[in-house]
């Protein structure tokens, strides 16, 4: 049982993550974020035939995604350090967690807004550092933002790792988070085109996106809450194919 819990909770920090990534402050910023890590130009990006090109687009988008991911991980285990701290009060830290999600994701829905998640803050670069090691700094001041959309779903993130038994537990769910932000991204940045012509039909329903992630939020605040990952690690693997 315990196995299946941990492969559920991976799955909902990697769909977290995805979420993440398609939220309305994320999902328009792709096109920006790539010329600047690049250094290539839009028109060049969409006419991205050439092996050189996609080379070095492959390339900055990695160490990029690195940065964001060394920041994250480095979150986790913190929040995982913390959680075990006060392991004696595990029960009460796991419901004012899930209370605190609940909150997050009534926010993002839109329902209520709470003024603290609106102000953003975020570390720009007003010229990139040449090279590879500029695309990781460029990723970790990414991480470093707290827009008014990725902050609630990465702080739910942190709050479930917090509950984690032990540090390497947080790390692996934030590398899931992670994964599940920069896969998509990786995947984008390769398929510029593609990734235009999908953007171009998928922007108008950014804000159902907005609410199907508060949801999604407010069902595993509820899950922290009354401590039913389990049960729902039950039922869930009715319907998937059993691993290892």
């Not at 929040?79 to 392991?87: E, H, K, S």
């Not at 609410?211 to 899950?223: A, K, R, W």
């Amino acid at each position: 049982m315990e196995s299946s819990t941990s492969q559920i909770s991976l799955l909902i920090a990697f769909s977290a993550g995805i979420f993440s990534f398609i939220s309305p402050c994320v999902l328009p910023l792709i096109p920006s974020y790539l010329t600047y890590i690049t250094g290539i130009s839009f028109d060049d990006l969409v006419d991205n035939q050439s092996r050189s090109v996609r080379r070095r687009t492959l390339f900055h988008s990695l160490f990029f995604i690195l940065g964001f991911t060394m920041v994250f991980v480095a979150l986790g285990a913190s929040a995982t350090y913390v959680g075990n701290f006060f392991q004696e009060n595990q029960t009460l830290i796991r419901r004012v967690g899930g209370v605190i999600v609940i909150l997050l994701g009534i926010h993002i829905t839109g329902l209520v807004k709470l003024n603290l998640l609106e102000r953003e803050k975020r570390f720009e670069f007003k010229n990139k550092p040449l090279g590879y090691l500029g695309s990781v700094f460029v990723g970790i001041a990414f991480a470093a933002g707290w827009t008014p959309c990725i902050g609630p779903i990465l702080a739910s993130i942190l709050l479930y790792a917090s509950t984690s038994d032990n540090v390497g537990g947080g790390v692996i769910l934030l590398v899931a988070y992670s994964m599940g932000l920069g896969l998509p991204f990786l995947i984008s940045a390769l398929a510029f085109n593609t990734f235009l012509a999908y953007f171009s039909r998928f922007s108008r329903y950014l804000r159902i996106v907005s609410i199907v992630s508060g949801v999604f939020l407010i069902i595993i605040g509820f899950l922290l809450i009354f401590d039913c990952l389990s049960i729902f690690a039950q039922y869930l693997n009715m319907w998937l194919p059993q691993t290892g």
